[in-house]
């Protein structure tokens, strides 16, 4: 059973798989820890055990920003103008997304919502923020990474 999740996660769409997998049940869980603490009172037990979920979605989301930078230490050293495309365009789809969240929070305040359209904003706004930390990891790691290479070989280059 090891070797078959080592062999998964030795390849790039394996890590790549691993993110998103990571990514949607990170979502799904503050989908359902909002609608749960929507439907019940304030102050009960049952409410405070959504709050457990939402640091549970959290340690999900932070396994997704893992298996993204795994997937940029691997694919670092090849020049690969995708992996860069795909970097900014995960940061661009979790600006857009946390904003579209945030809309929807804005409106979540005047209480005019069913639970459900309010957990879903909250969904959507948890997984533009991973989005883009997931983005933001990718591009430090990659972009970072052959920065500093360079400036490392000027420096060897460089005759004293």
């Known amino acids: 059973m090891r070797r078959r999740w080592r062999a998964a996660l030795a390849s790039p769409r394996g890590q790549e798989r691993a993110a998103s997998m ?3 049940v990170a979502v799904l869980v503050i989908f ?10 304030p ?3 049952a409410r405070s055990v959504t709050y457990l979920l939402d640091v549970l979605a959290i340690v ?26 795909g970097s900014l365009l995960r940061l661009l789809g979790g600006v857009l997304a946390a904003i579209a969240g945030c809309v ?4 979540i305040g005047n209480d005019d919502l069913p639970n459900v359209i309010s957990a879903l904003g909250i969904g959507v706004l948890a997984g533009g923020l991973t989005l883009m930390l997931n983005g933001i990891v990718r591009l430090a790691l990659v972009d970072g990474a052959r920065y500093a290479a360079d400036r490392v070989q000027e420096r060897l280059d460089d005759d004293y």
Do not use: H, K, Q, Y
């Open 22 to 24: 990571c990514l949607i």
């Open 32 to 41: 359902a820890a909002t609608w749960w603490r929507g439907s019940t009172r």
């Open 43 to 45: 102050g009960s037990g």
């Open 60 to 85: 999900i989301a932070l396994g997704s920003t893992f298996f993204e930078a795994r997937l940029a230490n691997m694919l670092g050293d090849f020049p690969i103008p995708s992996l860069r495309r």
């Open 104 to 107: 929807v929070g804005a409106v």
